[in-house]
């Protein structure tokens, strides 16, 4: 399977819909337009047109317009987005990559394998927010060493009371983390599958 960022044939002007193609040019936007589009404030917008991060220039009447495909090369690149009219809140792979800690192939299968929902802005793919936050949630589980009490709860469908008392027993390592406690998530597959968990009472 080939797994590709980039979608080189994708013009986002042809995603939205026949409202905002009949508000916009497909050649230069207000301040305010591109405030809307992007799901920033016009404030923000023009914060980042006056130090230089957003390509504008002033109109006759002495108004920002901002050309298209640097509007388009300024939001495809951003780390983060927020909810807008192109889609849902949303990563850049790279911003992904930051958040797992995982590379660009592992990342790339993490989103297929948990079917997370994705779109493009200019050559470059976008990833929901919500659902990568979600997946990551359950898979980081299983990458980590040393789990807090609730993680390896929830990884073993345990009782907690189980997880102190193998503790207590010597029979899983515990050490503190950041100030909380965390047991080693080995020692505790270990007992799962000898079936050697303790009875609750």
């Not at 301040?31 to 980042?48: T, W």
């Not at 997946?135 to 189980?162: C, G, M, N, Q, Y």
Request: with cysteine.
């Amino acid at each position: 399977m080939i797994y590709n960022n980039k979608k080189h044939y994708y013009d986002p002007y042809d995603s939205l819909d026949v409202e905002w193609k009949a508000k916009i040019t497909h050649d230069r936007l207000s301040v305010g337009e591109a405030a809307v589009l992007s799901g920033f404030s016009r404030q923000y917008i023009n914060r980042l047109i006056a130090n230089g991060i957003i390509i504008a220039k002033r109109n006759k009447e002495g108004n920002y317009e901002i050309r298209w495909k640097n509007f388009v090369k300024w939001y495809s690149a951003l780390p983060v987005t927020p909810d807008s009219p192109f889609g849902y809140a949303s990563y850049s792979l790279k911003e992904l990559m930051r958040y797992t800690g995982m590379s660009r192939c592992w990342v790339l299968k993490f989103a297929t394998r948990n079917d997370i929902p994705s779109y493009c802005v200019g050559i470059y793919r976008r990833f929901c927010k919500s659902a990568c936050e979600e997946a990551w949630k359950h898979e980081s589980i299983a990458l980590k060493r040393w789990l807090t009490l609730e993680e390896a709860s929830a990884l073993f469908d345990l009782d907690k009371s189980v997880i102190y008392a193998l503790a207590a027993l010597h029979r899983a390592r515990v050490k503190r983390l950041n100030k909380n406690l965390v047991y080693n998530k080995a020692d505790i597959m270990s007992v799962v599958k000898k079936g050697g968990v303790l009875c609750q009472e």
